[in-house]
């Protein structure tokens, strides 16, 4: 292994973003319950379904340069000036595209997406430039582990929005379109905190090498980018197909029924979030140190599992009381749901820590082909189940999704390393010790 990397190096940074994640993950509920409070379940379907439309579009046009930007950089491929030159050059064009595609939310909004009106639409799409900025500036903070800044930039929009919000609703009556103009004025903030971060990364950085700036580099750039992109746009559409086949058969209310469970679940996987953050960059830079990758690999996932698991029995003993007095009494059903939902959030969490394995290996490619096969079982899971079965069919069809898709990408990883299933999931006994006698280091600490 790299005699430059320790195991507890990357578990401190992984917490250290954890905390970030509680923190925006907190921030992102208190605006939820904000918004729910004031316009009930049908106005945060609508705002859920608005702000679908950027995401959208942020998720299929970043051409995956965010992931190539990572692990090229990381693995000192390629310098970040000449990665920031080329990213830049794509940013724009980009963009125009962006313009050019959201003519058809526009021209069929009232088929596409029911029950939602067409200025709160207009004025959603405008947010697109500026999530495909903060997410390509993200990839070059992080693919240089600059994670404490890369923390500072994700925090700045769910704060601006949620604090903007609270002072909004306590002085001035109730406007939805304000509502998404704050979204845009967060957004606004964390890109041009992102425009100041990239200036200094550039000036603090190496110069390009001639080699970095051949035609060659910038096709494997780009081919990377892209295999990553098409995984990425299948596995947001996984994660989002389920609340488009809600709005599409049942409409808003249904849909911010749906979305409170699925906002909360979601918090579950910051655990893994908070650690695949680290992961790819830490994985991407230890190409030579075979053994040492695949055993954080295995120590992450099986830690990542448990701590999901024990939460997720937490969230199931305290989801009920916390969604009725938080929320209000109209939003039990989500409840139900949400147990729906956990099953496969569990083992959703060491799925995406060997998607990140395969993903420093070079084969973004392995994960595209996992995340198509899902999103043809969601899709038919959802179409058979909404209709018969409502919201809690497209729990139950996207739990099961979830599930399937960690067994799956457990058999592809096992092409490159012989790892039992359960060595993924649970901790081996020298492991358990090393945890307790930290933590006892921590709790009764020598004087």
Not at 25 to 47: C, D, F, K, M, N
Not at 49 to 77: C, D, E, H, K, W
Not at 385 to 414: D, K
């Amino acid at each position: 292994m790299n005699g430059n990397f320790r195991l507890s190096d990357f578990f401190r940074k992984s917490f250290t973003n954890l905390g970030r994640q509680l923190l925006e993950g907190g921030l992102q509920l208190l605006t939820i319950v904000l918004i729910a409070r004031v316009y009930g379940p049908e106005g945060s379907g609508t705002l859920a379904m608005a702000l679908l439309v950027p995401q959208l579009l942020t998720s299929f046009l970043n051409l995956g340069l965010g992931s190539a930007n990572v692990y090229y950089i990381s693995s000192g491929r390629v310098s970040v000036q000449n990665a920031w030159q080329l990213t830049k050059k794509i940013y724009f064009i980009l963009v125009f595209l962006g313009c050019v595609f959201q003519v058809v939310p526009l021209l069929f909004f009232d088929y596409l997406l029911r029950g939602i009106d067409y200025e709160y639409l207009v004025f959603s799409i405008f947010l697109f430039p500026l999530m495909l900025f903060v997410s390509f500036v993200s990839s070059f903070l992080q693919g240089a582990q600059l994670f404490n800044r890369l923390n500072v930039i994700l925090l700045v929009s769910p704060a601006v929005a949620f604090f903007s919000l609270s002072i909004f609703h306590f002085l001035f009556e109730s406007n939805f379109l304000v509502v998404l103009f704050i979204y845009f004025s967060s957004f606004s903030i964390s890109s041009l905190l992102g425009l100041v971060m990239i200036a200094d990364l550039m000036r603090s950085s190496r110069k390009c090498t001639k080699s970095q700036h051949s035609l060659a580099y910038r096709k494997n750039l780009l081919f990377y980018g892209l295999k990553s992109h098409l995984s990425s746009i299948v596995t947001f559409l996984n994660y989002k197909i389920d609340l488009l086949l809600i709005g599409f058969f049942l409409g808003a209310l249904e849909a911010g029924l749906y979305v409170v469970a699925v906002q909360i679940g979601e918090r579950l996987w910051m655990i893994s979030q908070s650690s695949g953050t680290i992961l790819l960059p830490t994985l991407s830079s230890l190409d030579e140190f075979e053994k040492g990758r695949r055993d954080i690999t295995v120590t992450v996932s099986c830690w990542v599992f448990v701590l999901t698991l024990l939460c997720a029995v937490a969230l199931i003993a305290l989801g009920y009381p916390f969604i009725t007095l938080v929320f209000g009494e109209e939003y039990a059903v989500s409840y139900l749901i949400l147990l729906l939902l956990i099953p496969g959030i569990i083992f959703g969490a060491p799925s995406r820590v060997i998607a990140n394995d395969i993903a420093s290996r070079g084969k973004p490619e392995y994960n595209l082909y996992v995340s198509l096969a899902a999103l043809v079982m969601n899709v038919l899971g959802n179409v058979m189940l909404i209709p018969e079965l409502g919201v809690h069919g497209a729990a139950i069809a996207t739990s099961f999704t979830y599930s399937v898709t960690f067994i799956m990408r457990y058999f592809l990883y096992c092409r490159f390393e012989k790892v039992s299933v359960l060595r993924l999931l649970v901790p081996s006994k020298l492991e358990v010790r090393k945890v307790v006698a930290k933590l006892k280091s921590i709790i009764y600490p020598k004087i």
